[in-house]
């Protein structure tokens, strides 16, 4: 009987010697060695700057350090021992590319590009969350040499439906940054609510902005030019570049609901569903809007939306100004009215020197394809995508299966969609995607820009079941988009998540425990019987 617990001293102690060799960084670098012992870091710790330029990256770190373990150490000069380098250097022609080299003494992190040292110091900040707590964090040395497969990884939130308020999107933002996502997509507008403040036109907000997908008559909830300006702030120290979306001509309920005269029409299901691209005035009306749009959103990029128009515009078909349109332009069908209304649209994004993004209906328009970003959403038309490649238009993928995060992630959950066959969305199916397995993509790997995941809010009403769908699979959207196919490995994923939900439990997430599932409630209700 005295041996069992031998046994459990001995598994300690290979478990612990197996983490040591085992790189805790996610997302998976390219290459990562284990070093020889500890790098202490502690109050008499200098972070040194070799370029003024990186100082930002610095002062961040430095705010990670005092925000995670209250740990104050500071930027300048110091002696070379017990200092943290940043150096600028050349890595390799990836903007991204960094590496970082550790001893007892030192840490140095090399990149050429702000974006690069940025990720390196992404990876030594991941390493100090294994380090044990004390006032000196004995973070494990390791050599890393390191750069993204793709330079888009993104995440989409959907903020008209249920709006979740700057302190949610801060802490999504965090959480990003940590898992070197660096494209928020943010769907300010559609349907039950409209979340950008247009100074021209208050009543957007004012009117547009009341209610939300579960109670229509909720006050109104927007983000204010301010509000904006200082999450924008955020995001870029952050190395995150924020993407708004201005959802046309579809999906424009809320839009006119506050201003009827650009109402293009919609179905009983579908209320008020489109712009107008029979009416003049609907053009300068939405020109007016992205103008200020534009002024907001220094990533000079604009998604217009254009999916799902079918739904709301039979109308089109009786409109007086649609019909003069058509006989004008010798158009014969709504999808032809769609995409003139499009390439007018997309004409007005380009003349304010931002890039067209919309989601992959708008295929079918002839957009300058140098300036021209398609979001690859509906895996059931690969159509679409071979048409949108064949156009060279750059891509993101962000196919429904597996990267819509509203759907169900295992297959007790009953919130959330499904795919016609009952297909889910789980762990495994995020981290596991290839692009390499989309027919279409052969020969066009360049037009591939990276891939996204979306969390659209239907089912989502509050932050903890926004938690819930984002965690853990944000960090298995991070690999698939960092790490290459052939250096995945599922099973090794996991085992550094277990590390990651002490951090999410640590940060009050309300996340989905993939080792413990009845932890909490797919509907964002903590369970009152569970025993951890």
Not at 83 to 95: H, P, V
Not at 302 to 330: M, P, Q
Request: proline share 5%.
């Amino acid at each position: 009987m005295k041996r069992y617990p031998l046994l459990i001293v001995f598994s300690f102690i290979m478990s612990s010697l197996a983490a040591q060799q085992r790189c805790p960084v996610i997302p998976l670098p390219v290459k990562a060695v284990p070093g020889t012992g500890t790098f202490m870091m502690n109050a008499q710790t200098t972070i040194r700057v070799e370029d003024a330029a990186l100082r930002p990256v610095a002062m961040y770190l430095q705010e990670e350090l005092w925000r995670r373990y209250q740990l104050r150490v500071s930027v300048g000069g110091g002696n070379k021992k017990g200092s943290i380098l940043l150096k600028k250097g050349k890595t390799d022609n990836n903007a991204e590319a960094y590496t970082l080299t550790m001893n007892t003494g030192t840490a140095v992190i090399t990149a050429a590009q702000r974006e690069g040292m940025f990720n390196g110091v992404i990876s030594l900040l991941q390493l100090t969350t294994v380090a044990p707590a004390g006032k000196t964090l004995a973070v494990p040395c390791w050599n890393i040499s390191d750069a993204p497969q793709y330079g888009w990884r993104g995440v989409m939130l959907d903020e008209s439906r249920f709006f979740f308020g700057k302190e949610k999107v801060k802490s999504i933002l965090n959480w990003m940054a940590f898992y070197k996502l660096n494209r928020f997509h943010w769907h300010l507008t559609d349907v039950p609510g409209w979340r950008l403040e247009i100074k021209k036109y208050p009543l957007l907000t004012t009117v547009g902005g009341i209610g939300n997908i579960k109670d229509p008559k909720a006050p109104a909830a927007y983000y204010t030019q301010d509000d904006i300006r200082e999450i924008v702030a955020y995001a870029q120290a952050r190395n995150i570049e924020i993407i708004p979306e201005i959802d046309m001509p579809g999906h424009a309920a809320a839009a006119n609901r506050a201003y009827p005269a650009f109402d293009g029409g919609g179905t009983s299901h579908y209320p008020q569903f489109t712009f107008n691209p029979g009416k003049e005035g609907t053009y300068q009306y939405l020109a007016d809007i992205l103008t200020e749009t534009a002024q907001l959103f220094p990533a000079k990029m604009i998604h217009i939306g254009g999916d799902e128009v079918t739904f709301g515009n039979a109308g089109w078909d009786t409109d007086s100004g649609v019909i003069r349109l058509k006989a004008a332009h010798g158009l014969q069908t709504r999808k032809q009215v769609e995409d003139y209304f499009i390439q007018r649209m997309a004409d007005t994004v380009l003349a304010l020197h931002n890039r067209v993004l919309a989601w992959d209906e708008i295929a079918t328009s002839n957009l300058p394809a140098n300036r021209t970003i398609v979001c690859w959403w509906r895996q059931d038309k690969p159509e679409s995508l071979a048409m949108a490649l064949g156009k060279g238009y750059s891509v993101v993928l962000c196919p429904r299966l597996p990267f819509y995060l509203d759907f169900v992630q295992d297959s007790s959950h009953k919130i959330g969609r499904r795919w016609k066959n009952g297909e889910l969305n789980n762990l495994s199916a995020v981290y596991n995607f290839t692009a390499a397995d989309l027919p279409a993509i052969a020969g066009h790997e360049s037009l591939i820009l990276g891939v996204q995941a979306c969390v659209w809010t239907e089912t989502v009403h509050s932050n903890q079941r926004l938690d819930f769908l984002l965690f853990p699979r944000i960090a298995a959207v991070a690999e698939a988009a960092w790490t290459a196919p052939a250096q995945r490995n599922f099973d090794g994923f996991k085992d550094r998540l277990k590390e990651q939900q002490l951090l999410y439990a640590k940060d009050g997430l309300y996340y989905f425990d993939l080792f413990a599932p009845g932890k909490h409630t797919e509907s964002g209700q903590a369970r009152t019987d569970y025993i951890d």
